[in-house]
């Protein structure tokens, strides 16, 4: 877990931290070597950064490849979203919305480019060089944003990282709760659910 708690010089967020930030599937490997309650308080710290991810637990390397290959990650099927609450040490954190109305296209986009483009630090001024460097200035920075909603024009699945993002047409027959899930860093609960119309789950 020292990667997971050490610190950057600087106000940067560790590599560890942004992976973890990142993934849809986390492998912990030789938990054979370690007590529950140390497996179980970097299970909560990964927990706190990406609520939304699943943790593979492993010893010797040895991981069911059903759990990380065809996980389906960016289709209909993904699991609820926690309701963990995200506020352990880390500055990143979880927040998950969800809404019973159908939003249109078009005010989705611009309350996605409002929050990414204006409401939070942007990469754009970033050498390319550097984009994997995640500077904690205080200031919310969307890591990851991933979600499917019903539109009025038909669903949608949502898939970002950092100041980007894409939106998918996709089949929603399947598809039980509407939701959007950002991760980041000092992420503004009041922001994300003034900007998008939709309520904190």
Not at 14 to 33: F, H, P
Not at 173 to 200: C, R, W
Request: proline content about 2%; glycine content about 6%.
């Amino acid at each position: 877990s020292s990667g997971i708690n050490a610190e950057y010089g600087g106000g940067k967020v560790t590599e560890c931290e942004r992976q973890i930030a990142l993934a849809d599937v986390v492998i912990l490997n030789k938990m054979d070597l370690i007590s529950s309650n140390v497996r179980d308080n970097i299970s909560k710290k990964i927990q706190s950064i990406n609520s939304s991810c699943k943790i593979q637990y492993t010893t010797h390397s040895r991981v069911d490849l059903d759990m990380i290959l065809g996980i389906q990650a960016y289709s209909n099927t993904d699991p609820p979203p926690s309701t963990l609450e995200h506020n352990l040490s880390s500055a990143i954190s979880t927040v998950t919305l969800t809404t019973n109305t159908k939003l249109k296209r078009e005010d989705i986009e611009t309350a996605l480019e409002k929050i990414l483009w204006e409401e939070a630090q942007s990469d754009s001024d970033k050498d390319p060089k550097e984009s994997h460097v995640v500077e904690d200035t205080g200031k919310m920075t969307v890591l990851r944003l991933k979600g499917k909603l019903h539109t009025t024009e038909g669903w949608i699945m949502i898939q970002g990282v950092r100041d980007m993002y894409d939106i998918t047409d996709i089949k929603g027959d399947n598809i039980p709760y509407q939701h959007l899930i950002f991760i980041g860093l000092h992420l503004d609960k009041k922001v994300l659910s003034e900007a998008t119309k939709m309520e904190l789950r």
